[in-house]
Every structure is written in structure tokens, then in C-alpha cells.
């Protein structure tokens, strides 16, 4: 779009009311939908929404409606199409392209919205991952897309189409026109440089082969930046994606838990001691640091030596002296 021309912006589709008066639109029981499954290349191929006319608006073609699930859901669903449904996506990072230069680090965070305000299941806001690569603003746009396609099992609401709409270019000329050529060449550019967030790029594609396995074509529609409805969540995600500063340590109780999600609590004091130092909890998730090699007592903030925080990363093994140390200081206090 020009510089000087202005985007008129269109009502938003998440500050439509629920429609409670409506009639029920799950067909009998509101069993799950089971679709044939799409061909790949008809998929790619047909890849990129095309609104007719052109100047249609988000609100002009979709609109808030009850779902077809035995779960009762709102989403934004096409005015003449019950199988069809529409989600925001929208990637942001703070300090983009610093890559830590001069202790500033960037922070991404992604947001995804499908549905009304006043629905139960609110609109997405998630940080980006710490592992090891940094944030950028495109990586953000491709994280969204894929927490959007992965929030639930589609098919199983009555959705045969999805239609990602985001104002990211990088993402929608990416999946559109790129990404075939990337996969003949390897996952390298025209000029024989490694494809730039190809991990991201593989895991969005394995994302839509499931769904097209399933009988759900998704397809891309690149918006205005003033369309995008989930560009608030994706900029709270950013500014929250370090909540804890670097070089300290936050130490909470509760129970520990061994799944590797969005946050975990696990003991600082691993079994090779025999014994759980119950007041040495380390706050962990994939979005903040792990200590290695010092801990907290008693709830306060120690400084750390800290590193990034990896799928495949694990709590340290505290020696046994630490421990009987650690013990000492406790009934000293």
C-alpha cells in the first residue's frame, strides 16, 4: 500500500457480541466432522485467499458464530459458509535486529485471535521461545501462525478451510510462493544460502500437512497492519517475554511437575542427592533462564550465572556438599 494513501479501518470482528438468540448450528448431536483428506499439491497450489472483490474486509465476509463442535465455541466464521473460518496472527519483538548487541537483547511474542470478546476461550498472547536463536520479528510471525493452527483440532469444530490472516509479507509470500522452491533446493535461497528460520518453516509445513491429512485446506490472507486484530497480543507477549531480569533467580514453592510446557516448577536438588531440598525451587519455563550452578533460599533473589533455557535442557546435579551447606544455612537462620 502507498505511504499516503489511508487504510480505512474496518469494525473489528472481536467486538461483535455473542450471538445468544441464535439458532443452534451443530447438526444433531454435534459429533465431529470428518472431511476427506486434501492432495498437497492441489493445497499448495490454491494456497493464498483471494477475497472477491479485492477491497472486501474481514468483517465484509465473516462474522461471529457458534461453532458445530459438541463443545459450544464462537469463532469468526463465514457469512455463507458454516465450514469456513477466519484467525488473526500477528508476530512483534521488541528490539529488533540487536541480536544482544550491547546487553540488549530482542523479545518476540506472538498473538492469535478467532473469536469474540465475550467468548470464554479468549484471544492467544505467548512469548517466544529462549532457545538459543534470536527473536526477531519475523520468527514471531511464523510462531503465530503455528500456535494459531495448533490451539485445536479444527476439523473437529466443522471447519474444512482456515484462513490465516496476517500483515506479515514475509509469511504470506513465504508459504505461498517460496516455500516450494526452498524444499527442490534443500532449504537453501537462489543464492545457495542456508532459508532463514527453515526450522520454523518446516514445523508450519508439517502443521499443515495434518490438517490437510484431515480434510482442512488452510490459506493465507495478507491484511493491512490496522486489520490485524491480533497485534495488541502480540505486543503484550513481546513486553512480557523476559519477566524475570537477567542474572537472578526467582524461587517459588508448589509441586514439581516433569512435563516440559509452558512453565514447570522442578527442584534445584536433583535424587542423585537422595534427599529434595523442599525450599530450593526454580521457576522455569521455556520463555525464561535455568540456573546452573547456584540456587535460593528461603524466597530471595541470589545472582546466577545463567544460561539459556533448550528443549533438551535439565536442572544441574547439586553436589552432596552443597546440599549438607545449603542444610546448614537453612537452621542457622
Known sequence: MSANRVTVIPPRLQDLPIPHNAPDARDGDGIQFVFPAIHASLADRNRRFHPYPATLTPSDLFTVRQNTCSRVGYRFIRKNDQRQMLMFCDGA????????????????????????????????????????IPH??????????????????WTGE????????????????????????WIRRGWRTSAGTPVANADLWKELLERLRVLEGRGCHVQFWQIPREWNEADEYAKKAAAVSNPLPKGLCRVVGGRP??????????????????????????????????????????????SCNLQPLTPHAFPPVVSHQLFTSLRKKEREA
Open 93 to 132: 519483538c521488541s528490539n529488533n535486529g540487536r541480536g544482544g548487541d550491547g546487553g540488549v537483547q530482542p523479545r518476540g511474542g506472538c498473538g492469535v485471535a478467532f473469536t469474540s470478546k465475550e467468548d470464554t476461550i479468549k484471544a492467544l498472547s505467548r512469548p517466544l521461545e529462549f532457545n538459543g
Open 136 to 153: 526477531t520479528s519475523n520468527r514471531a510471525e511464523l510462531r503465530a501462525v503455528i500456535l494459531g493452527l495448533d490451539r485445536r483440532v
Open 158 to 181: 466443522g471447519f474444512e478451510s482456515l484462513v490465516i490472516a496476517c500483515d506479515s509479507e514475509y509469511v504470506v509470500l513465504g508459504i505461498t510462493e517460496r516455500l516450494q522452491t
Open 257 to 302: 511437575r516433569a512435563n516440559i510446557g509452558d512453565r514447570r516448577i522442578i527442584p534445584l536438588i536433583t535424587h542423585r542427592s537422595r534427599k529434595r531440598y523442599k525450599k530450593s525451587y526454580t521457576f522455569l519455563d521455556r520463555h525464561s533462564y535455568l540456573s546452573y550452578g547456584n540456587c535460593a533460599i528461603g524466597g530471595l533473589f541470589f
